[in-house]
């Protein structure tokens, strides 16, 4: 097994590229590995990745993903996009959204742009590049993060305009600001899809091709969204109890709530343990994030539940202002929410913040959340 030590350099990133290269053909396995991040146990043997999940589900897991379920997905991915094209990478490729935009690029047999990320994001450096590879390429495309999609529109989304698709994962992007980018004639793309998937699986709440999804098993009600296809990881390295439980008669059972419209469209609630149970009744916090975020004012948002004598959860909205110099009033907030919401969704206290505690490649990090919120009110603790 090759150990890729990657720390955001464009130089560990080629260094990936090689074994990428090697392991697709029928080579040694792969195991791209983040700053700080242990090795995985063992070598899985041939034609295998092996990537480390951020453990949002407990403890991280060591996903092996056979080189056939990363071909399935870049070849389902450049077919819903209309053909294979150059790729701008951006995102860190130890996480699966990163080095699938490397396996999409080593298939296609079209070298990628790489983003230095060993300094950080910077929007101007990106547009640089994205400017580069639109009179390079006759299709680009990229992904990003929501993060990065906000940033990049605060400072020039021309670059952005000029890719065939923007793909945007990670985390849920709140319409408002999937509203601006397609105003500013980005066309993005909302994907779905984690380790155990080689990636998004679902672009806009539409399968790619070869894939399936269904809820507790029917298209009627929300429940535990579960997907299967040719996509799906092996399972995970060393724990066969949990391979077995998890992708059990070939479906991958995720720890996502979703429900599927009347023609097979996939949205998604969010964790079904991040649901909040509220004077009895479940509360999914996406639904109440989506509202607040389409607000005057708000940036983003995030919604937990914290402990309540009364309700047994409290829900508690942590909000970023657009604007920190002149933030919206919370009080003003949850008179907003209410004409937008039912009773138990409306937030019992807003919060503003800064900014979001993220992990990962930029999800909300919910238990970090609490933890400030519960820094500010001992009785939460």
């Not at 041939?46 to 870049?74: I, Y």
């Not at 004639?185 to 994907?191: K, P, R």
Request: hydrophobic content about 45%.
């Amino acid at each position: 097994m090759r150990v890729i030590h990657l720390d955001g350099s464009v130089e560990a990133v080629w260094e990936l590229d090689a074994a990428l290269h090697s392991m697709l053909a029928g080579g040694e396995a792969v195991a791209p590995v983040g700053p700080g991040q242990p090795i995985p146990p063992r070598d899985p043997g041939p034609e295998a990745a092996v990537l480390g999940t951020s453990g949002s589900t407990g403890q991280p897991k060591w996903v092996q993903l056979g080189s056939a379920a990363l071909s399935s997905a870049a070849a389902a991915t450049h077919a819903r996009l209309g053909g294979a094209g150059r790729w701008l990478l951006a995102l860190p490729t130890h996480h699966v959204a990163g080095l699938a935009v490397l396996v999409r690029a080593v298939l296609a047999g079209i070298a990628p742009v790489v983003f230095n990320l060993r300094g950080g994001f910077d929007p101007v450096a990106f547009g640089t590049l994205a400017q580069r590879l639109a009179k390079q390429a006759e299709r680009c495309y990229t992904a990003l993060v929501p993060t990065q999609l906000a940033r990049l529109l605060d400072t020039d989304p021309h670059p952005l305009a000029r890719f065939d698709a923007v793909l945007l994962g990670g985390a849920a992007a709140p319409e408002k600001l999937l509203r601006r980018a397609r105003r500013a004639g980005v066309h993005v793309v909302s994907t779905y899809g984690m380790t155990e998937t080689a990636g998004g699986c679902v672009y806009d709440g539409w399968p790619l091709d070869g894939v399936q999804v269904r809820v507790n098993g029917t298209e009627a009600e929300a429940g535990s969204v579960e997907l299967a296809g040719p996509m799906l990881a092996t399972g995970y390295l060393d724990a066969p109890q949990q391979t077995a439980v998890a992708f059990r008669d070939g479906w991958f059972r995720t720890s996502d709530l979703g429900r599927l419209d009347g023609q097979g469209r996939l949205q998604v609630l969010g964790r079904a343990d991040d649901m909040i149970v509220t004077g009895g009744l479940n509360v999914a916090p996406a639904e109440v994030e989506a509202v607040l975020s389409g607000l005057p004012g708000v940036a983003a948002a995030c919604v937990v539940g914290l402990p309540d004598p009364d309700w047994g959860q409290r829900i508690t909205a942590v909000v970023i202002p657009t604007d920190p110099g002149r933030p919206p009033d919370p009080g003003a907030l949850r008179v907003a929410a209410r004409r937008l919401l039912t009773g138990a969704q409306v937030p019992k206290e807003i919060v503003l913040f800064d900014a979001l505690p993220l992990r990962g490649v930029g999800k909300p990090d919910r238990s970090a959340v609490r933890t400030m919120l519960a820094a500010l009110n001992p009785r939460d603790s």
